[in-house]
């Protein structure tokens, strides 16, 4: 598992420094909360990709227009 260069080992030590840290109820809470923050970061830039492929789609078409016109 690689993610943002952080391996396997790397996420173990980091799970128990939290617990360390925040204690195993409040890591509990942190990772929830966290979990939520991605979801949603996630279904919004998922809905900024569909609008922006939207409108260059549209853009693709008024160009298509554009060069008929020209043909013309």
Do not use: C, H, W
């Amino acid at each position: 598992m690689e993610f943002l260069n952080v391996g396997g080992p790397e996420v173990i030590v980091l799970m128990l420094l939290g617990v360390i840290v925040l204690g195993p109820e409040r890591l509990a809470r942190v990772a929830r909360e966290a979990g939520k923050l991605v979801r949603n970061l996630k279904a919004y830039f998922q809905s900024f990709s569909d609008e922006l492929k939207t409108e260059l789609d549209v853009l693709d078409d008024l160009k298509e227009i554009k060069r008929d016109i020209n043909r013309n």
